[in-house]
């Protein structure tokens, strides 16, 4: 075999190794999990519906009457959970809270987890399974995804579809879509 023969072998390996290197980076982006990303939402605080299209302002109504009229409802709380670790360290509580219009939202509180590639927010009817067995049975059954994840750490809202029924529900998972894996989870109790 000849000089140039070598020399060729060795550069089209040297560059399929490149090229297979590359396409690693790519897919498991491994500096993810060494950057944080921090979310702070406040739990949104939904008023009563307005009104629309060219209606009239509303009438000055007495004092008396004023105190008479229906304050809107709180937030209220229907579930809640605690995050335990799966595929990666996992911390944090998770909320499912009826705002006053009487939509819901999943809140995350004191989130913290690894970041990673492709992570969302799952709200499942599997049961939470500490350890290994629990890695990978939130696609197994009925899940709605409600988003990719906003940030590895800090408090984050998100609202459930209209239509969604919560009650038909028992999890939460922090899941990666791209290894098919949990890395966290919380079971909700109804409070």
Known sequence: MGRVTRRRIWAGAAVAVSGALAAGLVWFKPWSLWVDETVHE????AAAPAVTGGAAPPAAVPDDAASAAPVPEAPRSLAEGRFISHEHTTKGSVKLVRLADGTHTLRLEELDTSNGPDLHVWLTDAPVKEGRAGWGVFDDGKYVSLGKLKGNKG?????????????AY???????????VSFGAAELMHT
């Open 42 to 45: 406040a739990l949104p605080s």
């Open 170 to 180: 028992s999890s939460v998972s922090i899941w990666c879509d791209r290894f098919d």
């Open 155 to 167: 408090a984050q809202n998100y609202p459930l579809p209209e239509g969604v029924d919560w009650s």
